[in-house]
């Protein structure tokens, strides 16, 4: 098996939370600190090719954590998404996989979490229905249970026809005055557009007296 023997260590100039690894045989690479730390080289050791690959993968490892907590330093993102985003990185995908294993470990990366924050903003922000919220999840790729579990406590807490009379006073439609044919086909088609059914739609407008 062959061994490279390491000849020099160095700060990185430009970047100086890197060190630069000299090898005998003309070879360089460099490694984060934190790497440098935790899987500890000095000058003269030497390195089988089998070390140089372990050293070689952590880094890469701490490369795609980095960015990582980067993006998650900005606001919480799904699983998903955060996946997403770092294969656009073109890192390894064993690498990605075992990153976000770390990540969810330690809680920083947690869907149950994020799908209720994620839900009570969208709602909270754009008055939406579930059959629009539903919509706004599906590029998340969430676990069905958690999916209808979230659904299910937002609207608990934001209920569809509270919602909906907030979108109706906000276009300052009246309460206890039927709407004609055209009034009520504008109104019905807002109110489905934001991702209410049909059913919860006209409950609201039969409260309401508009029909």
């Known amino acids: 098996m062959a061994k490279r023997k390491i000849i020099d260590i160095q700060v990185q100039k430009r970047r100086k ?29 030497t390195l089988t090719d089998q070390q140089l690959d372990e050293i070689l993968g952590a880094d890469s490892q701490q490369k795609i954590l980095d960015v990582a907590l980067n993006l998650l330093s900005y606001r919480m993102r799904s699983k998903a998404e955060l ?3 770092l294969k656009r990185k073109n890192f390894n995908e064993d690498g990605i996989y ?7 470990k330690k809680g920083y990366v947690n869907d149950q979490k994020f799908a209720h924050v994620f839900a009570r903003e969208k709602v909270r922000r754009k008055l ?3 059959v629009a919220l539903r919509s706004e999840f599906s ?3 969430l ?3 958690i999916l209808e579990h979230t659904l299910k406590k937002t609207y608990d807490e934001f209920p569809e026809h509270t919602l909906m009379e907030q979108l109706l006073a906000k ?6 005055e039927p709407l004609d044919l055209k009034g009520k086909k504008k109104i ?3 109110l489905r557009n934001k991702g209410f059914s049909w059913d919860r739609i006209q409950e609201t407008l039969v409260k309401r007296g508009n029909i």
């Not at 939370?17 to 003269?44: C, Q």
């Not at 075992?98 to 969810?104: I, Q």
């Not at 276009?171 to 206890?176: D, L, Q, Y």
């Open 98 to 104: 075992a990153v976000m294993e770390k990540l969810e």
């Open 128 to 130: 939406i229905g579930p």
């Open 139 to 141: 590029v998340h790729s």
């Open 171 to 176: 276009r300052k439609v009246p309460t206890n």
């Open 83 to 85: 996946m997403r985003r």
């Open 17 to 45: 939370n890197r060190r630069s690894i000299f090898l005998d045989d003309g070879s360089v690479f460099g490694i984060s600190e934190d790497v440098f730390f935790s899987i500890p080289v000095h000058i003269s050791d």
């Open 188 to 190: 019905v088609n807002t």
């Open 143 to 145: 676990d069905p249970d």
